[in-house]
């Protein structure tokens, strides 16, 4: 495909060898890649999971490899589905992938999720908050402009910034590419598919293990079907139990790794340490004048100011482990019986309340969106995961919350509650 271009690889845990080309050589040495370096993927998970001291810089060389397989394959089971596309186009929106699943990332702040509730509101007129997607999609197009756009290769191939941002984003800049990204963000994605894998390995469990090699060799592409919200891939009959390995995967690494009820307690002691830090008590906007400023805050900085004796109360109780401690949770998913309970725990806690975590979060989408499986017999009957599947359907909603008192506390808090616990 490239002819003599010259390749590189990096050892990794998950594929063995991650392969790179120059062009993308060029992108992993730029400054503002290295920072992903110093960017943790989970956050404070290390306080929990000590190996869980891994990034974002590895995760995103992780998605570029598990995006290239899925899309080899898709490409060589779905010709007959894909006959429309030229040899041309499918070399394009490879290299466009690749490109877009290694700088999906790259407008992470300091220690990942746990910090994205400091992001700045959207300007009048649009809902919600940033999200590291908008300063991941604002980074490719100003700052990785010229080593992108000024590389012959791709120029060649009509591959840009601004169309690697509309991808991330899943903005029309994107063109006809936006077919493909489903493939970085939806039902079975490599960015899920990464994360898990490697989550589970640094942390030293074992729940965000599954069959990707399965899923990988069984994806394809789907016809389309004139509809506004389809998938546009889905996976031969023979995956459909490696794709609900992979629906468990993410169910029990929530529940087991991402709401451990001492790294939630850190979680938001890191928002307020950071809220103490900033100038504005939020980050920086993903504006052109602002978005390096922004950039100059990861992990370390971070650390160093609490190092410093920086970051208020919170950032004491991070140095010292000195963490709020759970002091009642509801059910995974509470029946009114049990919100009952967790309004009288509320009132008897009284000033003793220092921190509600509370969890929503659903693991499948049942709906226009369900994974089709393709069966294997000459008819090629489609039907959605959530209908073959014995339990996926059956698994609820998390609408967990976990109540947390600070340590000093804790005694008085048990006094005030034993009243409950008979009813």
């Known amino acids: ?54 990034t974002r810089f590895e995760h995103s060389l992780g998605v570029m490899q598990m995006v290239t397989t899925l899309y ?52 009048d007129g649009l809902k919600g908050k940033y999200t590291h997607e908008d300063y991941s999609a604002l980074i490719t197009r100003k700052l990785f402009k010229d080593v992108i756009d000024d590389n012959r290769l791709l120029y060649n191939h009509g591959i840009t910034a601004n169309k690697v941002a509309g991808l991330i984003e899943g903005s029309q800049e ?9 493939l970085l963000s939806g039902q079975l994605d490599a960015d899920r598919m990464d994360y898990l894998l490697r989550d589970s390995i640094h942390a030293g469990v074992d729940y965000g293990r599954y069959d990707w090699r399965r899923v990988s060799n069984t994806i394809i592409a789907l016809p389309v079907s ?38 939630i307690a850190y979680d938001h002691h890191l928002q307020e340490t950071l809220s103490t830090l900033l100038p504005d008590r939020q980050f920086p906007p993903p504006t052109e004048d602002c978005i390096e400023d922004y950039l100059s805050w990861d992990d370390g900085k971070v650390l160093g100011l609490l190092s410093e004796g920086k970051g208020g109360e919170h950032g004491r109780r991070m140095m010292e482990r000195d963490h709020y401690r759970l002091i009642r949770e509801t059910p995974e998913t509470p029946q009114k019986e049990d919100i009952e309970k967790y309004e009288r725990w509320k009132e008897r806690l009284g000033e003793l309340l220092r921190y509600e975590g509370r969890a929503d979060k659903s693991w499948y989408k049942a709906d226009s969106l369900d994974l089709p499986v393709v069966s294997e017999t000459t008819d090629r009957k489609v039907r959605p995961l959530s209908e073959l599947s014995g339990f996926i359907s059956k698994i609820n909603p ?3 919350i976990k109540l947390y008192v600070a340590i000093e506390d804790r005694d008085e808090a048990i006094r005030r509650l034993a009243p409950m616990e008979d009813y």
């Open 1 to 54: 495909m490239f002819g003599n271009t010259k390749t590189y690889e990096i050892r990794c845990p998950v594929y063995g060898f991650i392969h790179f080309h120059e062009w993308e050589r060029d992108i992993i040495n730029h400054k503002y890649f290295q920072r992903l370096r110093r960017i943790r993927q989970l956050g404070g998970t290390d306080l929990v999971y000590p190996g869980a001291m891994h």
């Open 72 to 123: 080899d394959g898709i490409i060589d089971r779905s010709k007959e589905i894909l006959v429309d596309h030229s040899q041309a186009s499918l070399d394009f929106n490879r290299m466009l992938l690749r490109l877009a699943a290694l700088l999906h990332d790259i407008g992470h702040a300091p220690f990942s999720h746990a910090s994205e509730s400091l992001f700045p509101e959207k300007p």
């Open 174 to 182: 994107a063109e006809a590419s936006l077919y493909w990204r489903d």
């Open 226 to 263: 004139g509809k506004e919200e389809q998938p546009n891939f889905g996976v031969n009959a023979g995956g459909f139990h490696a794709a609900e390995g992979l629906i468990l995967a993410r169910y029990f690494m929530f529940t087991q790794v991402y709401f451990h009820k001492t790294r």
């Open 398 to 400: 998390i609408q967990q």
